[in-house]
């Protein structure tokens, strides 16, 4: 086995046709892993050097003591990064990638993350797009009992606008002049995604390391995911637009933090007034743009997200009385008529079975 030190913080083991390891130097436990800063662009682009050196695979395993996850260097302008119930360290792993936008499309777990002072925490089926300006360090921490499973396309946005025309080019310019923003959120744009995007991290999660056209395949469904999500994230204004909105930036932001209070607090029956007065939108930009953004009204999202809760807690065996009312009904009929109507079945019906978060999150988003 031969060791090669890479961007500082890093060692990449060789062994023979095994994928490169890519693990933190001397890091005996988790909490060694995390506080320290590093650099994430650096990493990519000596990955992508030594690849092309060396005629090393583009795929690294990344492990720590936790958990593995895939790194691809597709190019020196493109990265891959594929997790399937990855439990990072305890500690915050905090990084900077300056110049980059990072597409993330997390399908399940919970996550705290913070930048330039915002802290903003997150669970299930999220899509976003993050840009890191100069100097911008990022730190996030995952729930241990979850773990994360989810994929992160992470793209210069100059090379990308070269390759789209029309409005993508605007929507492309739009990220990148958020990398020189001085107002954290302006860095954040959450959006709605859509079935194209779900069949791409589908695949990408179950790509085998064994397949011999692995590397070509990500690249490819790399490249599609993020072209899709780009026609997701423009569509979102114009379909904004076509309702006679005019969302700005700040709207959108709302309208995403909103998103993450029903996802967190499903039990809650907060009015639409109550909603629009806690976020600072009108009732119009509230409805309209919540639809507009995200694909679903208010009402459809925090039935899909009291549903999907419920499931959970009944496939560990929570009695039914008890599950409709974690999740905010007062009244079994109630529950029971809605759970039927959501999942075909009586929540009577629901036993215990492996759950899979790619198959949850194409049914959440039906």
């Known amino acids: 086995m031969s060791v090669i030190p890479v961007s500082g913080q890093f060692e990449l083991f ?38 092309c050196s060396q005629s090393l695979p583009r795929c690294y395993s990344m492990q720590t003591k936790s958990g593995v996850h895939l790194l691809y260097a597709c190019s020196n302008e493109l990265f ?19 110049g980059l936008v990072l ?49 992160t396309v992470a793209f210069t946005p100059e090379t ?24 954290p959120d302006a ?12 069949s791409c991290a589908e695949k990408l999660l179950s790509l085998s390391t064994d397949n011999p056209a692995q590397e070509l395949m990500a690249e490819a469904l790399a490249n599609s995911l ?28 709302k309208l995403g933090l909103l998103r993450d209070y029903l996802t967190e607090s499903p039990h809650f029956g907060d009015t639409l007034e109550q909603l629009a007065r806690t976020y600072g939108l009108n009732r119009n930009k509230l409805t309209l743009g919540f639809k507009a953004l995200f694909g679903k009204s208010i009402a459809q999202y925090r039935v899909g997200v009291r549903m999907d809760k419920a499931r959970d807690l009944l496939l560990r065996n929570y ?38 978060p790619i198959r949850d999150s194409i049914r959440t988003q039906s």
């Open 14 to 51: 060789l062994s023979g046709d095994e994928i490169p390891r890519l693990m933190f130097k001397n890091s005996e436990t988790d909490s060694e892993v995390a506080g320290l800063p590093f650099d994430l662009l650096a990493l990519f682009r000596q990955l992508y050097t030594l690849s």
């Open 80 to 98: 891959l990064g594929v997790n399937k119930s990855v439990v990072p360290p305890t500690m915050p792993l905090s990084f900077s990638c300056e």
């Open 103 to 151: 597409l993330r499309m997390r399908l399940k777990g919970t996550v705290q993350e913070h930048w330039m002072k915002t802290t903003r925490v997150s669970s299930s089926v999220e899509s976003s797009f993050l840009g890191y300006g100069g100097g911008m360090i990022s730190q996030f921490y995952v729930d241990q009992q979850q773990g994360i499973s989810g994929v």
């Open 160 to 183: 990308v606008r070269e390759k789209v025309s029309g409005r993508l080019k605007d929507a492309v310019a739009t990220l990148s002049a958020a990398l020189e923003s001085d107002q």
């Open 187 to 198: 860095h954040l744009f959450p959006f709605a995604h859509n079935a194209a995007m779900l």
């Open 226 to 253: 993020l072209a899709e999500a780009l026609i997701a994230f423009d569509s979102r204004n114009e379909s904004a637009t076509k309702k006679g909105l005019r969302l700005r930036e700040s709207d959108v932001v």
């Open 319 to 356: 009695p039914v009385d008890h599950v409709a009312e974690r999740v905010g009904y007062t009244n079994r009929s109630s529950f029971t008529r809605v759970f039927k109507e959501y999942f075909g079945v009586p929540p009577s019906r629901i036993r215990s079975a492996p759950a899979n």
